[in-house]
């Protein structure tokens, strides 16, 4: 399925609205269980009928672009994603959490 993806160059102007923005944080597994903050674009996709954020990330294309693009959260990373939350300390914790009940 095709969608149109919002992009936004980066300049100083992009850098302060994304700064403003509420933060949503992803719960993950990379090497090891963490949280990534991310600037939340206030709208909703609906992917397999689940709801999921819309994030602005970061993409240079590998060298050839400068710029931030609106995507579902979980199209931030190739790791495993567990869950997402608006509150960083409970994000942290469950990943603490993930973290400890991994190394056991």
């Known amino acids: 399925m095709c969608r149109k993806i919002g992009i936004m160059q980066n300049t100083m102007r992009t850098q302060k609205k994304l700064a403003k923005m509420r933060k949503i944080y992803m719960i993950g597994c990379w090497a090891h269980w963490g949280a990534r903050e991310y600037p939340f674009s206030g709208k909703y996709t609906k992917i397999h009928g689940f709801e999921e954020p819309m994030v602005w990330t970061y993409n240079d294309g590998n060298g050839m672009y400068d710029r931030y693009i609106l995507v579902p959260i979980t199209s931030t990373t190739m790791g495993m994603v ?23």
């Open 82 to 104: 567990h869950s997402w939350s608006f509150d960083p300390e409970d994000a942290q914790q469950l990943a603490d959490k993930l973290e400890e009940e991994d190394n056991y």
